[in-house]
């Protein structure tokens, strides 16, 4: 679960740094941003749900 959670959130830093520019350049002149923002949801969507499915798991360990 920790590794999930540390590789989603890898990959929401390197959305946030396409989408602000820092890294990539335009392809056929299409703005690379609006890729970063993609990686950017998808890496914090990856992180919420690694994030809820430890939190369920721990507190299911404590109400048994």
Do not use: C, E, K
């Amino acid at each position: 679960m920790i590794v999930g959670m540390l590789v989603s959130a890898a990959i929401a830093v390197f959305g946030l740094l396409v989408a602000l520019g820092y890294v990539g350049h335009p392809i056929d002149a299409q703005l690379v941003s609006n890729y970063g923002w993609s990686i950017l949801i998808i890496g914090v969507a990856l992180f919420v749900l690694f994030t809820w499915a430890r939190y369920s798991r721990t507190r299911r360990r404590r109400s048994a």
